[in-house]
């Protein structure tokens, strides 16, 4: 079997605006200021590369410095480009309103999450008025396998495959509710096939029951999921998946047949470069 190419070998891969953008994703909550020596640690690029990167960052309003201690952090600008994807996606903008309505119908939060490698990322939000302790903003990753949102779209594609990506998960317990058994798992996939919705019950955040059903494009690929998040001190796992089940079903056929998305929006393959289920 032929080793799938790297795409960092092709010419038309440009390192250097790659070693650019890596000094944007060095920062977290953890790490939400560094200095230069601190940049070129996190980023493993050496310190004059990151003055460079971070001057030209900073001239063009992506990243700030603080005068006194040096440190660089992401400026205003970092986060227009996250706002330029939410409001050109084909699928937070042709689900956002069917979002809303599931929110007003439900009282509860209710998120759109979208497959990008071996995660999810949140796209689109809507909270609710009552008490929720799960912060889950836009922009949010969150394991494929242990959510419900990972689970809906895998239950949509071939089970081998499926399997697959299930496999190259690097699957950490995060909480004792957490499931990563390979076999336990497909079966949560199977779950979602034959019941049209998938499920997780405190396997990330400790007492947050999430509902989930898997937006399809015109050709029946799994593009995104729509989420209910409840809490477990107000709701039990079963009476969850009564109420929530056929709502986020119909909420996530509505999308599917809005025409908001066409045929081959993206077409995910099982080896492209850089994840798991990345558009082609």
């Known amino acids: 079997m032929t080793a799938a190419p790297n795409a960092e070998d092709s010419p038309l891969f440009i390192a250097a605006l790659a070693r650019g953008i890596s000094l944007l994703r060095a920062f977290s909550e953890g790490r939400p200021a560094m200095t230069l020596p601190e940049l070129a640690e996190a980023t493993g690029l050496s310190k004059s590369s990151v003055q460079r990167f971070a001057h030209t960052l900073w001239t063009l309003g992506y990243l700030r410095k603080d005068p006194a201690t040096k440190k660089f952090s992401l400026g205003p600008w970092s986060l227009e480009l996250g706002?330029?994807?939410?409001?050109?996606?084909?699928?937070?903008?042709?689900?956002?309103?069917?979002?809303?309505?599931?929110?007003?119908?439900?009282?509860?939060?209710?998120?759109?999450?979208?497959?990008?490698?071996?995660d999810m990322v949140y796209v689109a939000r809507f909270a609710?008025?009552?008490?929720?302790?799960?912060?889950?903003?836009v922009g949010m990753r969150l394991p494929l396998y242990c959510t419900a949102a990972g689970r809906a779209v895998l239950s949509r594609l071939d089970a081998g495959r499926a399997r697959e990506l299930l496999h190259r998960c690097e699957?950490?317990?995060?909480?004792?509710?957490?499931?990563?058994?390979?076999?336990?798992?497909?079966?949560?996939?199977?779950?979602?096939?034959?019941?049209?919705?998938?499920?997780?019950?405190?396997?990330?955040?400790?007492?947050?029951?999430?509902?989930?059903?898997?937006?399809?494009?015109?050709?029946?690929?799994?593009?995104?999921?729509?989420?209910?998040?409840?809490?477990?001190?107000?709701?039990?796992?079963?009476?969850?998946?009564?109420?929530?089940?056929?709502?986020?079903?119909?909420?996530?056929?509505?999308?599917?047949?809005?025409?908001?998305?066409?045929?081959?929006?993206?077409?995910?393959?099982?080896?492209?470069?850089?994840?798991?289920?990345?558009?082609?």
């Open 83 to 118: 706002m330029r994807y939410v409001q050109t996606s084909p699928l937070v903008l042709g689900g956002n309103p069917f979002l809303h309505v599931l929110n007003r119908n439900s009282q509860e939060t209710c998120s759109l999450a979208e497959p990008d490698g071996l």
């Open 128 to 137: 609710t008025h009552k008490e929720m302790f799960v912060n889950m903003p």
């Open 171 to 280: 699957r950490v317990a995060y909480t004792p509710a957490t499931i990563t058994d390979l076999d336990a798992l497909m079966a949560e996939v199977d779950f979602a096939r034959r019941h049209g919705y998938a499920r997780s019950n405190g396997e990330f955040y400790p007492g947050d029951i999430t509902i989930s059903a898997a937006v399809t494009d015109a050709g029946g690929t799994p593009v995104g999921a729509v989420n209910v998040s409840v809490p477990s001190s107000r709701w039990s796992f079963e009476q969850a998946q009564a109420v929530f089940g056929p709502q986020v079903m119909e909420t996530a056929h509505a999308i599917s047949a809005s025409r908001t998305l066409g045929r081959g929006y993206p077409f995910y393959e099982l080896e492209p470069p850089g994840g798991a289920l990345r558009d082609k």
